[in-house]
């Protein structure tokens, strides 16, 4: 990245900065040892402020800039990456996108929590696999890496948007006996989502796994039901 842009984006960080905010991420995303962001660093900017530094440095931004970006030991400056590339992304034609999609791909260790993964999967990986090839969206799924599973569940939410089930209402089942609950609320509200476009496949799935449901999931998957059938289910 060039020297003078870089300054500049920085300096536009910092005048965001907020430490009390800063310990409320580190907090909230888990970075204490042990914790699924263990280690992460936080300068505490709000997403509005991080999405309008995005727009302001999008044109001027290259790819290899934002990869740059996206590798980088603070977590603002990989959601800014992510920002930047996603809008890259809906103005590219199929090769740029292509290329966009092999960065993202390629620094996936760096898309390491769950609000970077919410953000940016059914934007890039979830446009791309829905027109594409599905190899790696199942070759993620099958990982046994929390962030690059999250990421192939998550990206089905582009599909489900168009009316297309399949893949989420498979990737539940086989997340039916995962043991970490990101994964519990992330196949949750995929189902819930499926829920509010086409309420009969959330019913047969319920139906047939609710049983087998980690508490999680259920819960993230009624919540747009009634209340009788929210207690039935939750009984059951």
């Given at each position: 990245m060039k020297t003078d842009l870089k300054k500049e984006l920085f300096k536009d960080l910092d005048r965001c900065k907020d430490k009390a905010f800063a310990w409320y991420q580190a907090k909230i995303f888990?970075?204490?040892?042990?914790?699924?962001?263990?280690?992460?660093?936080?300068?505490?900017?709000?997403?509005?402020?991080?999405?309008?530094?995005?727009?302001?440095?999008?044109?001027?931004?290259?790819?290899?800039?934002?990869?740059?970006l996206l590798q980088h030991k603070i977590h603002e400056l990989r959601v800014?990456?992510?920002?930047?590339?996603?809008?890259?992304?809906?103005?590219?034609?199929?090769?740029?996108?292509?290329?966009?999609?092999?960065?993202?791909?390629?620094?996936?260790?760096?898309?390491?929590?769950?609000?970077?993964?919410?953000l940016s999967a059914p934007c890039i990986p979830?446009?791309?696999?829905?027109?594409?090839?599905?190899?790696?969206?199942?070759?993620?799924?099958?990982?046994?890496?929390?962030?690059?599973?999250?990421?192939?569940?998550?990206?089905?939410?582009?599909?489900?948007?168009?009316?297309?089930?399949?893949?989420?209402?498979?990737?539940?089942?086989?997340?039916?006996?995962?043991?970490?609950?990101l994964i519990h609320k992330a196949s949750g509200w995929m189902l819930r989502e499926i829920g509010k476009m086409n309420i009969k496949p959330l019913i047969l799935f319920l139906n047939t796994y609710s049983k087998l449901m980690p508490r999680t999931m259920l819960r993230y998957s009624i919540e747009k039901l009634s209340i009788k059938e929210r207690e039935w289910y939750l009984k059951k």
């Amino acid at each position: 990245m060039k020297t003078d842009l870089k300054k500049e984006l920085f300096k536009d960080l910092d005048r965001c900065k907020d430490k009390a905010f800063a310990w409320y991420q580190a907090k909230i995303f888990q970075t204490h040892r042990g914790g699924y962001g263990e280690g992460d660093l936080f300068y505490g900017i709000r997403v509005p402020q991080l999405r309008s530094i995005a727009i302001k440095y999008f044109k001027d931004i290259t790819l290899e800039d934002a990869e740059e970006l996206l590798q980088h030991k603070i977590h603002e400056l990989r959601v800014v990456a992510l920002m930047i590339l996603i809008e890259a992304y809906k103005k590219a034609n199929s090769d740029l996108r292509f290329n966009i999609m092999q960065v993202y791909l390629k620094n996936f260790k760096y898309i390491n929590n769950w609000d970077l993964v919410d953000l940016s999967a059914p934007c890039i990986p979830g446009h791309y696999w829905h027109g594409n090839s599905l190899r790696d969206l199942w070759k993620y799924a099958k990982s046994g890496s929390l962030w690059k599973e999250r990421i192939a569940m998550v990206s089905t939410l582009y599909f489900i948007k168009h009316g297309r089930f399949a893949e989420t209402l498979e990737l539940s089942k086989l997340f039916l006996s995962h043991k970490h609950d990101l994964i519990h609320k992330a196949s949750g509200w995929m189902l819930r989502e499926i829920g509010k476009m086409n309420i009969k496949p959330l019913i047969l799935f319920l139906n047939t796994y609710s049983k087998l449901m980690p508490r999680t999931m259920l819960r993230y998957s009624i919540e747009k039901l009634s209340i009788k059938e929210r207690e039935w289910y939750l009984k059951k």
